[in-house]
């Protein structure tokens, strides 16, 4: 193709000299721009072939450059919301510690004097220990003795004696048996009683009275129940002295029933165990349940029954009824307690610095 554009070209050129040597007057000019243009033309046209050899083939797709990706908004993160919410309020498991109202043996005298709402057979709750001797006398030939003993080197000439229990010596063998006992405050308290219970067997059948007669008597004297399960009847108070109801009641009891010895007369380990260590040694020390344990009232009572032959209903064979006010206990508890402590820290340091007197041999 370039071939013949030059052939062209060069035949045009040679025309073009010709027609220059041997002009036509009238013609000549017109002609020679006309074959001129020709020429410029066929030298363009060749410019732009050999122009576009030389330029790189282009791809038939471009590829499409990368887009700047747009910044992605941010989320707010719930982390900064968490941090500028205050913090909840760690709880406090800490034991109740001495104060005006409790924990001292001013404290525990004024709990007494209001615990009196709650008695076992005229034993008041609260009541020091000489007149509650005076009204266990009342009940027969009931001799009390001390069951535990607790004496301590740091309390020199101090001797507790929280419980006190003995047999009704005053019934007949085929009467059956009866037992009291008291459980009591101890130094540096006055001596108030802050338990009673009264355990009762029933000898012949004749003696036994029915499970209806029990029930409406103890019904009649502390009033319905809080909490009832088959043969055990609870009757819960707090310290306004306001009774508690229902599964309200159940679940206190059941949070405090390792505190209070529930089904146990008395426990002489658990009660050393709460001088040396405190009121809620069982838990480590630890209050886990806001106060509910060392601030309610409760009577219990628990029967056994069985129908006799010749019976209709079923007959009482033993019932045993207990009343302990856990605010006046635990209490006079704490205040012993510190008191143990305050001492045997002071035992401490006077025998380390009798100690630190004492002269070794020179090496």
């Known amino acids: 193709m ?88 760690q709880p406090n498991y800490d034991p109740p510690q001495p104060s005006a109202n409790f924990g001292t043996p001013q404290a525990t005298a004024e709990i007494a004097a209001k615990a009196g709402v709650l008695d076992v057979v005229g034993i008041k709750l609260g009541m020091p220990l000489s007149t509650a001797l005076d009204a266990v006398k009342a009940q027969g030939n009931i001799k009390l003795e001390p069951k535990s003993r607790l004496e301590y080197e740091a309390l020199p000439g101090v001797v507790m004696t929280p419980v006190l229990a003995g047999k009704n010596l005053s019934l007949a063998s085929d009467e059956g048996s009866e037992y009291l006992g008291l459980l009591l405050t101890y130094a540096p308290n006055e001596t108030f009683v802050y338990g009673v219970w009264r ?52 679940e206190i009891w059941q949070k405090c029933a390792n505190h209070w010895m529930v089904g146990a007369d008395y426990d002489p380990g658990n009660i050393q165990r709460q001088v040396t260590r405190g009121y809620y040694t069982v838990s480590d020390g630890r209050d886990y349940h806001s106060g509910a344990c060392h601030s309610h009232a409760l009577v219990q009572a628990r029967y056994s029954a069985d129908t006799p032959a010749g019976a209709s209903q079923p007959l009482i064979m033993n019932v045993k009824v207990r009343a302990t006010n856990h605010q006046l206990e635990a209490s006079g508890v704490t205040a012993t307690h510190v008191l143990l402590t305050q001492e045997a820290n002071k035992l401490a340091e006077k025998r380390q610095a009798e100690a630190a007197k004492r002269s070794g041999p020179q090496f």
């Open 199 to 250: 355990d009762i067997w029933f000898g012949t059948k004749e003696s036994r009275p029915l499970v209806d007669t029990i029930l409406a008597g103890m019904r009649k004297k502390y009033g319905p129940e809080s909490v009832r399960e088959d043969t055990l009847l609870l009757w819960l108070y707090d310290a306004q002295k306001q009774q508690v109801m229902g599964p309200k009641a159940k």
């Open 2 to 89: 370039n071939r013949f554009l030059r052939i062209g070209a060069t035949c045009l050129i040679g025309s073009i000299l010709l027609f220059s040597i041997h002009p036509e007057p009238s013609y000549a000019d017109d002609f020679f721009d006309k074959v001129k243009k020709a020429a410029e033309d066929v030298q363009k046209r060749r410019q732009q072939q050999s122009g576009q050899q030389a330029q790189p083939q282009k791809p038939q797709q471009q590829q499409r450059a990368p887009q700047p990706v747009p910044a992605q908004r941010q989320q707010p993160s719930a982390l900064p919301q968490q941090q500028a919410r205050p913090a909840a309020a």
